[in-house]
């Protein structure tokens, strides 16, 4: 466990620390290490440490392996498929640890919330007011430096409510249309679906939160010849000359 533990970021940390001062090529003998301050959870908690930690050498050697025969060694289709897998279901996992950490820190100028689509949760009825809010965070965000809005989560105070009953009372419980519709209203703003535009569901604990990956645009992004920027934590409109500085600043062609 304290090989894990000294191996861990927090671990380096300390050693670091420790090593401050030690002279021009830094090391610490053995009491020096028995006086590094170390986390030491019960034992059940550290024999899971270790099992896990051994788990994911194995996992990190297997793949390197495979890594290295891809090329030269066709694999099956079927062999294929679970490394696609075995991808996904890593990558959905990251995203909900990035949901649950995003939820912890609140708002930011990377992070949006908003609770649902179009539906009106006092009135439990269709509002499409609520959409262009979303439309313009999307556009600041893509002239900005990117960012990700929950569909989903309450901001004040936050709590993830999930897209459960949106879903029901106009989709039906199916994410598709739901997806469709959110398509559609991309497109009736954009033209099209901006190429820096990702979009699916993460599956919490609440329900469903429908995330936006937004990445930085190359390019400067217009609305109805209307330009947003994503500040901390709003979006707003830039005008005449702070647009005009703003542009030439931000982007290449500018």
């Known amino acids: 466990y304290a090989e894990v533990y000294f191996n861990s970021v927090v671990g380096q940390k300390f050693i670091a620390l420790a090593l401050m001062g030690k002279g021009v090529i830094p090391k610490l003998n053995k009491g020096d290490i028995y006086k590094l301050d170390v986390a030491?959870?019960?034992?059940?908690?550290?024999?899971?440490?270790?099992?896990?930690?051994?788990?994911?050498?194995?996992?990190?050697?297997?793949?390197?392996?495979?890594?290295?025969?891809?090329?030269?060694?066709?694999?099956?289709?079927?062999?294929?498929?679970?490394?696609?897998?075995?991808?996904?279901?890593?990558?959905?996992?990251?995203?909900?640890?990035?949901?649950?950490?995003?939820?912890?820190?609140?708002?930011?100028?990377?992070?949006?919330?908003?609770?649902?689509?179009?539906?009106?949760?006092?009135?439990?009825?269709l509002n499409k007011g609520l959409v262009q809010p979303v439309i313009k965070n999307i556009a600041g965000f893509m002239n900005s430096k990117g960012g990700v809005i929950y569909i989903g989560v309450k901001d004040h105070p936050i709590f993830v409510t999930s897209v459960s009953e949106e879903l029901e009372k106009f989709h039906k419980n199916n994410k598709d249309s739901y997806m469709k519709t959110f398509a559609d209203s991309i497109r009736n703003d954009f033209g099209k679906i901006p190429p820096y535009i990702d979009y699916e569901f993460i599956e919490h604990k609440n329900g469903p939160v429908f995330a936006i990956f937004v990445k930085k645009s190359p390019k400067p992004i217009y609305i109805n010849d209307a330009f947003y920027v994503r500040g901390n934590p709003k979006v707003e409109e830039l005008k005449a000359q702070e647009l005009v500085d703003y542009v030439r600043e931000h982007f290449e062609e500018g």
Not at 48 to 54: A, H, K, L, P, T
Not at 98 to 125: M, Q, Y
């Open 40 to 125: 030491v959870p019960g034992t059940s908690i550290q024999e899971e440490i270790v099992n896990r930690d051994s788990d994911l050498t194995d996992i990190i050697k297997a793949l390197s392996e495979i890594k290295k025969s891809l090329s030269t060694n066709p694999m099956s289709s079927n062999e294929v498929k679970r490394i696609h897998d075995i991808y996904e279901s890593v990558f959905i996992a990251n995203k909900l640890v990035k949901l649950n950490s995003d939820v912890r820190a609140g708002e930011s100028s990377l992070v949006e919330f908003k609770e649902t689509f179009k539906l009106d949760i006092k009135t439990k009825e």
